[in-house]
């Protein structure tokens, strides 16, 4: 593993414990420049895990709240008056940041919520017809409850598909909660963390993570995957092109990760469920017979054939 991959993981864990997986995941995503969606339940620690991520490295962080009365100028920003100059000035909002956290994003409109749409997948926004560009690194790690709690508004298609991953925290088991209390009582851990990556070295990783092999058997075994989804009895609506973009990108990543330069059949199947899950719409005989998604995506991959060529170092 990348030394320096390595100590963003080493701080992330002094603050969140037993969440080697999710850590792994969103570093993932921004290597590989998507966006991460964090769902569970209130109090697990998914706002912690995007501020220890944002304190690892030396770059600008930008928090937005989001609540039922937010508006879309909140988030994107808005040109105001200034009678001295007797011009409008803009004013950006918290999306112009380099790490940018929507916390409870399901607790807005979808009207407020659409205006992360364009700033997500083309790095820009657009006021008063003109586009502005956002300066990268530019990454997004939102969370939300599940749609069952109170107060909650679901997230449009559209949204979703905008997101590279969706992970879920989960509960710590009993030991790693006793740690937890052990780190409490001397402290909050998050004022601990230094940054251990400027924002020049996360830029040339991700220039990095580009130049990862993807064989194109490998790229079949992708396409492959998705067309499954799209014709599959339990599923209204499959996974989109973006989607298969986002699945290879975050191949590629993953496998820089692990210190590889290509990717192989084993990380597409890794990442499929993270990748893929969120996208799918499903009919309503899916929830009838209690199907869910990530079991719909696991009998796609056991009935898929993989691409048997060796693979070795290109």
Do not use: W
């Amino acid at each position: 593993m990348n030394s320096q991959i390595k100590n963003v993981l080493e701080n992330i864990e002094k603050v969140i414990i037993g969440k080697r997986e999710v850590a792994e995941l969103s570093i993932v995503a921004l290597l590989a420049r998507g966006h991460v969606l964090l769902e569970d339940v209130p109090g697990v620690g998914k706002t912690m895990m995007v501020r220890s991520l944002a304190k690892s490295f030396d770059a600008q962080f930008k928090r937005i709240q989001f609540t039922p009365d937010l508006l879309p100028s909140d988030v994107v920003g808005i040109s105001i008056y200034n009678p001295k100059t007797m011009e409008f000035e803009f004013r950006p909002g918290p999306i112009m940041g380099d790490v940018v956290l929507a916390d409870e994003i399901n607790r807005t409109s979808p009207k407020t919520q659409s205006a992360l749409l364009e700033a997500m997948e083309e790095t820009s926004v657009t006021i008063d017809g003109n586009t502005l560009a956002i300066n990268q690194p530019f990454f997004v790690m939102a969370t939300q409850n599940p749609i069952e709690h109170e107060g909650t508004y679901p997230l449009p298609e559209a949204q979703l598909d905008r997101f590279l991953l969706k992970i879920k925290m989960g509960y710590p088991s009993r030991g790693e909660e006793v740690e937890i209390l052990r780190r409490a009582e001397n402290g909050k851990p998050i004022e601990q963390i230094k940054s251990v990556l400027s924002v020049a070295q996360l830029i040339e990783l991700q220039e990095l993570v580009q130049g990862v092999y993807v064989e194109d058997s490998v790229k079949s075994y992708m396409v492959e995957l998705a067309s499954q989804t799209r014709e599959h009895n339990y599923v209204h609506l499959g996974v989109s092109p973006r989607a298969t973009i986002a699945l290879m990108k975050a191949s590629q990543a993953y496998a820089f990760m692990k210190g590889r330069s290509y990717v192989t059949p084993d990380d597409v199947q890794y990442l499929v469920p993270f990748v893929f899950s969120h996208r799918l719409v499903l009919k309503p005989d899916a929830r009838y017979d209690h199907v869910t998604a990530d079991e719909i995506l696991e009998r796609i991959i056991a009935q898929t054939p993989v691409p048997t060529k060796r693979f070795a170092e290109q």
